[in-house]
């Protein structure tokens, strides 16, 4: 399915638009296309970081649960309180 597309209006330092030309110019791609990249690049980083923060909240979550529940584990298997 293709993705919608929008139209934009940008002003930028000349020495921006000179590099992005460079870029596009490299890459054989159009400006909006390299500028399209780019922000999906930082939509994906940040999504990433946002991701590992929920992650490392999980683990964090998961590691006071599992200190809570382990006398209970102990309690209840004693075979395994040998292991802890």
């Known amino acids: 399915m293709a993705a919608q597309v929008g139209k934009l209006t940008i002003s930028l ?3 921006l638009i ?3 030309d460079e870029i596009a110019n490299e890459q054989n791609i159009s400006r909006s296309k390299l500028i399209a990249e780019c922000l999906r690049e930082m939509a994906d980083k940040r999504m ?3 991701m ?3 992650y490392k909240a999980m683990a964090e979550e998961n590691r006071r649960l599992a ?3 382990l006398p ?3 309690e209840t298997w ?3 309180g040998s292991r802890v």
Do not use: L, S, Y
């Open 13 to 15: 330092p000349k020495n």
């Open 72 to 74: 209970i584990v102990v």
């Open 52 to 54: 590992e923060e929920g």
């Open 18 to 20: 000179t590099f992005a």
């Open 78 to 80: 004693p075979k395994w």
């Open 48 to 50: 990433i970081a946002e």
């Open 67 to 69: 200190e809570q529940f």
